[in-house]
């Protein structure tokens, strides 16, 4: 079993930052990636952005130039720094691990409780 403990969400004035946090724990033998996906009310989660446990990342086209992902492994963490928010920003933010719990064990997914970002125009 995992748990993914998210923080920093918040109300933040448009052009504003804020800086998400995810800290993994529990059974975990190895982690293949972390990330973030978001929510906004009426729509569909869609994929904010990854990164690998080597570093590669993956951004939404809509975040490019303005977010950044980086990661802990040591802490098992995944930071997203959010810069020059926009109203659209606005959802909840979910945090996302692949992970194998045991080297006898395949691929499984987690997701963490969400984390509400406003961004008020």
């Known amino acids: 079993q995992v748990h993914l403990v998210e923080s920093g969400g918040g109300l933040v004035q448009a052009g504003g930052s804020l800086r998400l946090s995810c800290a993994a724990s529990?059974?975990?033998?190895?982690?293949?990636?972390m990330g973030w996906y978001r929510q906004a009310p009426g729509k569909q989660r869609e994929l904010v952005a990854t990164?690998?446990?080597?570093?590669?990342?993956n951004y939404a086209d809509s975040v490019k130039g303005r977010f950044t992902i980086s990661r802990d492994n040591a802490k098992k963490t995944v930071y997203l720094q959010m810069n020059s928010l926009e109203f659209e920003d606005t959802a909840v933010y979910f945090c996302?691990?692949?992970?194998?719990?045991?080297?006898?064990?395949?691929?499984?997914?987690?997701w963490g409780q969400g984390t509400l970002v406003t961004v008020s125009s």
């Open positions: 990164i690998t446990t080597a570093g590669s990342t």
């Open positions: 996302n691990l692949l992970w194998v719990p045991a080297v006898t064990q395949g691929l499984r997914e987690a």
């Open positions: 529990g059974s975990i033998f190895r982690i293949n990636s």
